[in-house]
């Protein structure tokens, strides 16, 4: 699976949105981007995935560059509740891919008042 | 409700002994996964299940054992061996290998004193 390369950090105003950039320059054609987070002492909980095109659900928007080469997950209007750590993850699908997947270090983001 | 229940939350356990942390779910999946995360750090596999009665060792699995004798339980034993087991261990499962959701329970917190 390609690696990816986030900021270790970010800060974010509250009602704002967040975005979060995330490098996987080498992607191959058959792996999704996927994001989860992590609130403290939790588990990582699923927010949004994308192979190609620019997805949006309840919680985010992923939007990712035509060369596929970059991510960025967007929260429209961050609340101190989102404050986690962020992890973006590439995985080409395959029956064995959760098992050999490594999650890195993420984004930690903090949402301030 | 449907989900994954991890047990204890927290643990202590001297030195030289196992120790042995349950995972259930009521999801009808047929992965599941142990991570571990140290502080500060991203997820490392331990050791995953695609099946019944199968698994496979992850990235860090000495030191560790599982079992998958029913499909709803994925017990993991910290044994003595493992020199360095402080962590928080996290229990994941997906429909099958290959879904696009992984589902992480609550985590455990064991601490060697």
């Known amino acids: 699976d390609a690696k990816t390369t986030q900021p270790p950090s970010m800060d974010c105003a509250e009602g704002r949105a967040a975005n979060l950039p995330c490098n996987h320059s080498t992607i191959s054609g058959n792996e999704y981007v996927y994001w989860y987070r992590q609130i403290h002492s939790q588990g990582p909980q699923y927010i949004i995935h994308?192979?190609?095109n620019n997805e949006t659900n309840e919680m985010a928007s992923l939007i990712i560059t035509e060369d596929r080469k970059s991510s960025t997950l967007i929260l429209p209007h961050a609340t101190l509740r989102d404050t986690a750590v962020y992890y973006c993850i590439v995985r080409v699908v395959t029956t064995d891919s959760w098992g050999k997947l490594q999650f890195g270090a993420g984004t930690q983001v903090v949402v301030t008042p | 409700d449907g989900g994954i229940t991890q047990s204890p939350k927290y643990l202590f356990r001297k030195e030289g002994q196992n120790v042995t942390l349950s995972c259930e779910q009521n999801l009808n999946h047929d992965a599941m996964y142990w991570y571990r995360q140290d502080p500060g750090q991203g997820l490392r596999l331990i050791y995953y299940?695609?099946?019944?009665?199968?698994?496979q060792k992850g990235d860090i699995a000495e030191g560790y054992s599982v079992s998958r004798e029913k499909k709803e339980s994925f017990p993991l034993t910290v044994t003595s061996a493992q020199k360095n087991p402080t962590a928080f261990y996290l229990c994941?499962?997906?429909?099958?290998?290959?879904?696009?959701?992984?589902?992480f329970g609550e985590g455990s917190w064991l601490t060697v004193v």
């Open positions: 994308g192979l190609k």
């Open positions: 299940s695609q099946i019944v009665n199968d698994f």
């Open positions: 994941a499962s997906s429909i099958h290998s290959g879904a696009h959701t992984i589902y």
